[in-house]
């Protein structure tokens, strides 16, 4: 009798299907807000018990609080409130959004009157963010997202079909595969949509007819009860556009009368935007496990060249030549982020503030090569000045100068 030995090279037998998304550890790199924000929320639904709007999870007023923070004070709950598990009685809401207050209450206000709602504005403005911070607070989800493209469909933003279900069973209610939009009208949930603007003309069309009449027609289904899709109490849109994507495919006057607008602009407080950018940059490199180890001063320097370009202007209020390309905040704390990283990681090689020109250069070259020059115009002006004035900061900056050539 012979003995079969395996082949060495032989993998294990499968005993089950390989899962085609293999997840070793649970780890996310990004955790949406629903999840990393969970304690806030639950907290809040029971902080704050006054009426809400159809299907809310929160109260108008706990929702600004939850996209706002509490601005470091510990929020308690009363004393008769039941406290489900795992959530304190006492909890300070992390600031989240840096802005205008009354631009959020707006906001609020607009979606607990069921109209859809449209944030306009800079690229980097956190529009993104405020339509996740909403809708999770509203309706406990953020995920029920299109991305508007020049190639959204019309059914990306209805529905579609599993084909093989369909050609097995023709047109059923199992073979349809909902948009999030769709799954969002049937939970009253609140579904998002970015960059609306990049969207064909037509398929933007799809919206008006949704939004007015707050169903779906599935003709496929014409005879049944599915052939109809209304939309639950709670059912809204959050949409994005982009201002410097004017042009893309602008909106129909239609689809604009079925929207109210609110342009979210960059921060206005450079002590703001500083912290923000400190915050993120920090939690960036403590999530890869290492130290923050960034001067104020560099990031106050970065901040400051990234605030001066953007608005033409210094904070002395010397002219500035702006550059083409958005210097957002996000854009910032990316810069920020990048520094730290390189702080960490090569500790001691170079001051991190030596490769602040390098990066704003990066930022700066990305659409127009012409931005270059702008750039060395801001050295030559505010940077060289400050130098002379007396600023260490500044004249190391200066002394760079010559990064800004390649
Ligand atoms: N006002 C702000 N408040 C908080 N974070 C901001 C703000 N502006 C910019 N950011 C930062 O910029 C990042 C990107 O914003 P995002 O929502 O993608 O912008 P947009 O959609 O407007 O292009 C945010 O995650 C945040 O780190
Ligand atoms: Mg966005």
Known sequence: MTTVHPHPEEPEPMTTAPSAFPS???ARQIVPPEDRYATELAFLAAHDDGPRPPAWRLTPRAVVTFVMGSAGRALKLPDDAGVPDGVPRRLVV????VGDRALVERCVVTLAGERGLLLVGEPGTAKSMLSELLSTAVCGTSALVVQGTAGTTEDQLKYGWNYALLLAQG????????SPVLTAMSRGAVARVEEVTRCLPEVQDALVSLLS???IAVPELAGSEDALAHAAPGFNLIATANLRDKGVSEMSAALKRRFNFETVGPIGDLDAETALVRG???ASVERAGAPFQVDDAVLEALVTAFRDLREGRSTEGWEVERPSTVMSTA???S???ALALAAAYFPGDRDVLGLLPGHLLGVVRKDDPADAARLRGYWDGPVRRRAEQGSATWRTLWDLRTVLEG
């Open 94 to 97: 992390e600031d989240k959004f």
């Open 331 to 333: 854009e910032a704390v």
């Open 335 to 337: 810069v920020a982020g």
């Open 24 to 26: 070793p550890s649970p």
């Open 171 to 178: 047109p059923t209610r199992q073979a349809l595969v909902p």
């Open 213 to 215: 009449e707050r169903r």
């Open 280 to 282: 993120q940059a920090r």
